[in-house]
Nanobody
Framework: QVQLVESGGGLVQAGDSLRLSCAASGRTFSSYAVGWFRRAPGKEREFVAAISKSGGGTYYSDSVKGRFTISRDNAKNTVYLQMNSLKPEDTAVYYC????????????????????WGQGTQVTVSS
């Protein structure tokens, strides 16, 4: 089992950058693929980015591709989401999620796949 804690959210202006962190407990974090999702006010939770357990595979939603970068440091049990050129429409609560996987390059975009979720961190982008 793993526990996830997100951090790094905040209030920024359009065009600014933020880096979110997803810190995991446990010594086997390198066995988990991780995804970032977000829920904007009045909307359903949506996929943002995903990374394989090795970090060798990544995938992004079209809305963030080219602006966001997902990465991980398994030695620190942490996955990051670097968010650049933020837009007001990026305003949401951001969640990280994890699932055990046997493949080093497989990532997952469906939230139903993930077994563990963090509590979320708020990102607000003003225009």
């Amino acid at each position: 089992q793993v526990q996830l804690v997100e951090s790094g959210g905040g209030l920024v202006q359009a065009g600014d950058s933020l880096r979110l962190s997803c810190a995991a407990s446990g010594r086997t974090f390198s066995s988990y693929a991780v995804g970032w999702f977000r829920r904007a006010p009045g909307k359903e939770r949506e996929f943002v980015a995903a990374i394989s357990k090795s970090g060798g595979g990544t995938y992004y939603s079209d809305s963030v591709k080219g602006r966001f970068t997902i990465s991980r440091d398994n030695a620190k049990n942490t996955v990051y989401l670097q968010m650049n050129s933020l837009k007001p429409e990026d305003t949401a609560v951001y969640y990280c999620a994890a699932v055990v996987t046997g493949s080093g390059t497989t990532y997952y975009t469906g939230e139903g796949v993930y077994d563990y979720w963090g509590q979320g961190t708020q990102v607000t982008v003003s225009s």
